[in-house]
């Protein structure tokens, strides 16, 4: 995998360094800073004690982690969150429990997102009368088929 230095800022000593769990994987893990107790459904803006310099030509993106969306309901109110390149402030995670009857208590340390570093570019946007033709055209919201039904015989 391509690599790029990402310099780090930690808040304090004690706040972790974002770190890939395992060799290919795409997302740094980020962690609160802070205990948190989050009711059914409440959601709270949380500090990852980590602050970081993102190079010209690269954004971050923080997703969730699926392993506690799956078994807590821990998500992202604005997933996937994006850290752009110069932004020097502290990343923070707008943590939300998605679960409708159970609380979640996250300690500090606790990792609880990941930060996915991509290259991206800058549109020029070009305004036109016609926009070029394409098959998909203006299909969208389920024209190709496959979409979930509210019906109990499942998708169509
Ligand atoms: O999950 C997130 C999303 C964003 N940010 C920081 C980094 C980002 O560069 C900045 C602005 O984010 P965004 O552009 O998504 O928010 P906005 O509501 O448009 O705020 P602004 O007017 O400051 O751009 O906030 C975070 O710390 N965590
Ligand atoms: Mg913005």
Not at 92 to 106: A, E, M
């Amino acid at each position: 995998m391509p690599e790029v230095d990402v310099p780090v800022r930690l808040t304090t000593p004690e706040d972790a360094v974002p770190a890939y769990a395992l060799p290919g994987d795409a997302g740094a893990d980020l962690a609160v800073a802070e205990d948190v107790v989050l009711a059914p459904l409440q959601r709270a803006l949380v500090g990852t004690g980590v602050a970081v310099a993102i190079p010209e030509g690269y954004a971050g993106f923080v997703h969730p982690r699926s392993g506690l969306a799956h078994r807590l309901g821990l998500s992202l109110v604005n997933a996937p969150g994006t850290i752009d390149a110069g932004y020097r402030g502290e990343i923070k995670v707008n943590l939300v429990n998605l679960d409708p009857s159970t609380p979640l208590t996250l300690r500090r340390g606790d990792r609880v997102a990941q930060l996915v570093v991509q290259p991206v570019v800058r549109a020029r946007f070009v305004p036109v009368q016609q926009l070029p033709e394409s098959r998909r055209g203006a299909g969208g919201h389920g024209s190709t088929g496959g979409h979930a039904s509210a019906s109990p015989k499942g998708v169509g």
